[in-house]
């Protein structure tokens, strides 16, 4: 039995800084034509302990008795295979700060696996080749021993660490032993905005290494623009001979060859099939020729500057957490080409090799960024920060080489980043360092660099347009070194809940500064866990004592991979190809970098009221990037019917691509011919008292004391009225540590959720019911004065609707509009906005169209309830036997619940439909922003609290059914 002081000292290695003993030197990874190699993923033996020493190592041994023991796949996590509970923090660590100290609770699972040798493996050889064992990602600390043998220890969760053992194999009954701490000193590294999920979580590889592999080699492939040529150079550790069949080359190692080549971009990204033959194997080369320089001080690839169009990703799988296979990642890839995205930042750690492989085969520009951040230091003012500590400085080194040596020979890397929100210090200018000795082929990143002392751009994270806009025109105060480097928004648009809003701003300036050379939306997935009670969970749902909600939650993809409504918008502002024009004319301009489009063909549609009455195609030149070119479009069809009139022309892929089939819509554009036309209604009809307290106008039913409306024909409503107030969003809420105002919390602490209607007169003239009324939140002087205005033509019912503000309001309003409640409404129909919802900065991808939809379908399904659901622009709508008409526009939105209940829901399965379907009728809505981390909305997106009209006109259709249901009223909390 072992003493105290001896498991202390069989665990020290848990929190010693340095990255671990016994693995091999990093190198490139690749596969052979020729070594063997086996899989060892698969069902593995477990067994979880409370604490890093709470077992001996006994269970190393062969012959070990497993009995009782849980089955665990591999790749995976034990805490979503029924072991224990994941944590989520955004940057604060989940255990005391006392660096390289973790807990003595420290979660510790023992995997174990026994395997054969395949038939046919090779005898190991003598020179030391024979096999080696590869982890490509295990968190967050591992021991790991093969038959009995401890091969060594290592940190560094999403990198990649081998071990040789080809003298430890054996024909059969090889046993693989390996332990895994959650808590490390490496845990102090690896503080990013995710999850925290221990295990082995990648692969994990047998592979063998016959005499005179080639171990490890570097594909250097730049291209020249000037002569069209490239230069292939291939450093290997063991000589050889490298072909490229297809250019003709045949070259020792390590010698360079240059011949005429088509070069990789990401919007084209050609590659050379190729093989690199030393004595002992063969291995297969992809080959993509392309420059990446510093010129001028902007970004150019192959000597043209580049503007990224970028999101980071974190690996995600709402089931596996960061356990992905092959074809969730090409999943990944194909949404972002078929959503015009070019770029990837690996936030914040390298992604799964496999990912890479994709990115330089369909084509996306990639920041590979180290696996780094100590972003928990801040809140001790970034005392003891480890990378301003000489003592963990091989553990960064160690890092950086892991990265850059394993993706060095992927063409789709474009820049190394160091790591993320890790502070400064020593460490980073000698990781720096050592990436710029090693690869100067490639830039370097880093936004917490400020002074760009190590870094080869400017970066910053959720920087505002206007300071966005002075760093374009050379006005920031950066150093001098700052203001001569290219900037990268390397975060910004945060894509948490509703929105992000403001990408179109963003972008607008991007393409009027030539510094500016874009950013990358944060983040691409919502990093929901699938519930069986919660739909999907985030933090605090697994009882964690600290976690950070649902922050986790804040991607352009729900969990389940379906694009969310600000996917759609960023597509629509980032797509490649600008369509603009007047009536019977169309400019095209070409907004790649590097692609003409010849790829593309366009399509037109001549629509009257959302109907399509002609449509066909017009010729596209093959314009060169930043080109233009003004098109006639054919004269309107003679017959075509009155109303509001459009062409909308699309740039669609001419034929199938690797990416998206023929039809693919690239981009598009709409051109209005004329003008929205207002209903027009005469007031003929008189209010009329029916007894019973019953007033009617029109179609109209009222209470005559309140002058409420009650009925449409035979359509039974809750009686509309003004309503301010909406499920505040996740931007609403806002970060506390955000400087702007928080316009959520400022709403609630004004009562703006609360308000109440005071009924001050009901007045009849010949032709019109007048409501007036009074709007205002409890314990405030603030008001609306607001007047309902009801006239008739005996078929239809106008509600005018006049707004003017009382007392000092300081804040905007979240919406301004009337809700109403009708007994059903399942199918809608609708002419304005869509199909997708949009709000005032989010509109982009809102084509003006005849949708369809049913109520339930109109939903946003954000993982954290919230407002949601809205078209724009809706000339008129039908649903549950009404038309209602806009004066001249509004903005729809239907739900099965109430504003109250979508506000106090914190999960989508709180909601449960009721009876009443609430329309609510916007005049207009604050906008969305991004201040769940970034910037709030700009101000001409804010609802400013100022007198104002609108007008709907309702209507019954004539399918109305009789004798309907009386909807529930609302909630008297509204008052």
């Known amino acids: 039995m072992r003493t105290a002081a001896a498991e202390a000292t069989a665990t020290a290695y848990v929190e010693d800084v340095s990255p671990g003993s016994g693995t091999l030197p990093p190198r490139a990874r690749y596969t052979s034509s020729d070594a063997k190699s086996l899989s060892l993923n698969g069902s593995w033996r477990f067994r979880l302990s409370d604490t890093a020493d709470a077992e001996d190592d006994s269970f190393a041994e062969p012959g070990h008795d497993t009995d009782g023991w849980a089955e665990l796949t591999v790749p995976g996590h034990w805490v979503l295979q029924g072991h224990g509970s994941p944590i989520y923090t955004n940057h604060r660590y989940p255990f005391p700060v006392d660096p390289p100290r973790v807990p003595t609770e420290n979660p510790t699972g023992d995997h174990l696996r026994v395997f054969d ?60 032993a390996v332990r895994v701490h959650q808590w490390s000193a490496g845990s102090y590294l690896e503080d990013q905005d995710q999850w925290w999920l221990p295990g082995i979580f990648r692969d994990v590889t047998l592979l063998h290494q016959p005499r005179g592999c080639a171990r490890d080699f570097f594909v250097h492939a730049s291209y020249d623009h000037r002569d069209g040529t490239g230069t292939l150079r291939v450093d290997s550790d063991v000589a050889g001979r490298v072909t490229v069949p297809a250019l003709g080359i045949d070259v020792p190692t390590g010698e360079p060859v240059t011949v005429p080549v088509t070069p990789w971009s990401a919007e084209e990204p050609h590659l050379y099939d190729g093989l690199l033959a030393t004595e002992g194997e063969r291995v297969p080369l992809r080959v993509g020729f392309r420059t990446v320089k510093l010129s001028d001080g902007l970004i150019t690839v192959n000597g043209t500057p580049v503007l990224f169009k970028g999101v980071n990703r974190h690996e995600w799988h709402p089931e596996r957490g960061r356990a992905l296979d092959l074809e969730t990642m090409r999943e990944d890839v194909l949404l972002m080409k078929r959503h015009n995205v070019n770029a990837v930042r690996t936030s914040h750690y390298p992604p799964h090799p496999d990912f890479l492989d994709l990115c330089d085969e369909y084509g996306l520009w990639v920041i590979d960024e180290c696996d780094l951040e100590t972003h928990g230091f801040t809140e001790q003012g970034w005392r003891d920060n480890p990378v301003d500590d000489d003592r963990w400085t091989p553990a960064l080194l160690d890092r950086a080489a892991r990265t850059v040596e394993r993706d060095k020979n992927h063409p789709s890397v474009v820049l190394w980043s160091l790591g993320n929100e890790a502070g400064t210090g020593r460490g980073l200018t000698a990781m720096a360092e050592w990436i710029h000795g090693r690869d100067p082929s490639r830039l370097v990143h880093y936004e917490g660099d400020h002074t760009c002392r190590d870094t080869d751009v400017h970066s910053r994270m959720y920087a505002d347009h206007a300071e966005v806009e002075r760093i374009g025109r050379g006005l920031d105060g950066g150093t001098r070194k700052c203001r001569e480097l290219p900037f990268l928004l390397c975060e910004y648009a945060h894509a948490m809940g509703n929105g992000p809003g403001g990408l179109a701003d963003y972008q607008r300036l991007f393409e009027a500064h030539a510094r500016l050379q874009g950013g990358f939306v944060w983040e691409w997935i919502d990093h929901g866990i699938a519930h069986p009670e919660l739909g999907f969970a985030y933090g605090g749902d697994f009882g964690e004592e600290l976690h950070d909600g649902n922050f986790v939650c804040d991607g352009l993809l729900f969990p389940d991979r379906r694009p969310s409504p600000g996917l759609t918008e960023f597509k629509k502002v980032i797509e490649p190809v600008a369509i603009t024009g007047t009536d019977g004319s169309v400019r095209v301009t070409n907004k790649y970098d590097f692609a003409d489009l010849s790829a593309l063909r366009l399509t037109w549609a001549y629509q009257v009221d959302g109907e399509t009455v002609a449509s066909g195609t017009l010729p596209l030149p093959a314009l060169a990037p930043r080109e233009s070119a003004g098109l006639d479009l054919p004269a309107p069809p003679p017959d075509a019917p009155a109303g509001e009139a459009l062409w909308t022309v699309r740039a669609v892929l001419a034929s199938d691509t690797p990416w998206a089939p023929e039809g693919h819509v690239v981009a598009w554009g709409q051109i209005p011919v004329s003008e929205t036309r207002p209903p027009y209604l005469t007031p003929t009809a008189r209010p009329t008292p029916h007894g019973d307290g019953v007033l009617v106008l029109g179609p109209g039913t009222f209470d005559a004391r309140t002058g409420a409306l009650t009925a449409i024909g035979g359509v039974a409503v809750v009686a509309p009225r003004l309503d301010v107030w909406r499920a505040t969003t996740d931007n609403d809420d806002g970060a506390a540590w955000q400087p702007e105002r928080r316009f ?4 609630r602490r004004l009562g703006l959720h609360r308000v109440r209607h005071r009924l001050d007169a009901v007045e009849h003239t010949d032709h019109a ?92 399904p954000y993982v954290r309830p919230q407002e949601n659901g809205a078209r724009a622009g809706v000339r008129w709508a039908e649903l549950g036997g009404l038309r209602i008409e806009g004066d001249p526009v509004f903005s729809l939105t239907a739900r099965r619940w109430t504003t109250e ?3 106090a829901a914190t999960h989508r399965t709180d909601l449960s439909p009721g009876d009443t379907v609430w329309l609510h009728l916007d005049h207009a809505l604050h906008g969305i922003g991004s201040q769940s981390c970034g910037p709030g909305p700009l101000p001409p997106y804010h609802l400013r609290a100022e007198p104002a009209g609108f007008s709907l006109v309702f209507s019954p259709l004539p399918t109305t059914p009789t004798g309907p249901t009386t909807p529930t009223g609302p909630p008297a909390l509204t008052g």
């Open 117 to 176: 040798l395949p038939g046919d493996w090779p005898v190991p050889d003598d020179d030391g080749c024979g096999a080696v064992l590869r982890f490509d990602g295990v968190e967050s600390c591992a021991r790991v021993w093969l038959n009995g043998t401890c091969l060594g220890e290592f940190k560094g969760s999403r990198l990649p660490h081998e071990f040789a053992v080809g003298p430890l194999l054996r024909p059969a009954g090889n046993v693989l």
């Open 744 to 747: 959520g919390p400022l709403w």
């Open 769 to 860: 019911l007048t409501v007036r009324t009074r709007v205002a939140p409890a314990a405030s002087d603030l008001g609306l004065r607001t007047v309902y205005r009801w006239t008739s033509d005996g078929q239809r019912l106008r509600l005018t609707v006049s707004v003017a503000p009382e007392g000092d309001w300081t804040v905007p309003l979240p919406r301004l509009g009337i809700r109403i409640g009708l007994s059903s409404a399942d199918r809608v129909e609708w002419f304005g906005g869509g199909p997708g919802e949009a709000y005032p900065d989010t509109g982009a991808a809102a084509e003006l169209g005849r949708w369809q939809s049913t109520v339930d379908d109109l939903q946003t």
């Open 901 to 903: 209940q979508l506000d």
